[in-house]
């Protein structure tokens, strides 16, 4: 079973300055993908990064960077100069890496809410 | 490319009362999931359609149900509805050309049952 944690109930950050939200994870697959969904007010959920278990690299999507640490099961997202528009609900999720439409299943973490203040 | 999209937006219901939703995937996505939010819960996966088999099941009651049609929209049926499905409602898609293969949500539908 995929279980993800999101323990941060709310977070405030400046304008202009970065911030990072936690996640950590646990699963017994072995080649999963961690993912960071963004729902603003009106409740769409926006697909912001992917990181694959496998990969190396931490990956990074123009102001969004995720710091992906394998060994202690956590995938942090990282929101450089912070805007007005990012205060929304972070949702970080994970799938099991396996052919398409075999399972697409997400499993949600319970989400951080995130405030910018001008 | 158009993206996701549900109808209806918003829907009141009494108990008892049974419920279709509808989802229309992005052109080409073979797979569509649905999920329930609620504040208490947070989202739960309800189930995933891939060329209209269901391929993956949430732990829902048999009041839920959906079904996928051969041009991939899908609808999800609650039938004698609680209080407790009270809830937003989301379908993604998936499955088409993307790198990542990341689920692809619609605005999602507010059931308020009463």
């Known amino acids: 079973a995929q279980k993800i944690t999101q323990t941060q109930p709310g977070m405030f950050v400046q304008e202009k300055e970065a911030v990072t939200l936690d996640c950590t994870y646990d699963?017994?697959?072995?080649?999963?993908?961690l993912f960071w969904y963004k729902q603003p007010s009106s409740g769409e959920m926006i697909f912001l990064i992917y990181?694959?278990?496998?990969?190396?690299q931490n990956a990074t999507e123009g102001r969004y960077s995720l710091n992906f640490q394998k060994a202690r099961k956590s995938a942090n997202l990282v929101i450089s100069a912070s805007q007005l528009g990012d205060s929304a609900m972070y949702f970080c999720?994970?799938?099991?890496?396996?052919?398409?439409?075999?399972?697409?299943?997400?499993?949600f973490g319970k989400g951080i809410t995130l405030s910018v203040r001008p | 490319k158009a993206g996701v999209t549900q109808t209806p937006r918003y829907l009141i219901k009494t108990r008892g009362q049974q419920v279709t939703l509808s989802c229309s995937p992005i052109?080409?996505?073979?797979?569509v999931s649905w999920y329930q939010q609620t504040p208490g819960q947070g989202l739960q996966f309800l189930f995933e359609?891939?060329?209209?088999?269901?391929?993956n099941k949430g732990n829902f009651p048999g009041r839920f149900s959906g079904r996928q049609f051969s041009n991939s929209r899908s609808e999800m049926n609650v039938s004698t509805l609680e209080l407790g499905d009270s809830a937003l409602y989301l379908c993604?898609?998936?499955?088409?050309?993307?790198?990542?293969?990341?689920?692809?949500f619609g605005p999602g539908t507010r059931l308020t049952v009463l």
């Open positions: 993604a898609s998936s499955c088409g050309d993307t790198v990542y293969n990341e689920q692809f």
């Open positions: 052109s080409g996505h073979r797979s």
């Open positions: 359609y891939f060329s209209e088999t269901q391929r």
């Open positions: 699963t017994s697959d072995q080649s999963y993908g």
């Open positions: 990181q694959g278990s496998y990969d190396e």
């Open positions: 999720a994970m799938r099991e890496d396996i052919p398409c439409g075999a399972n697409s299943k997400l499993t």
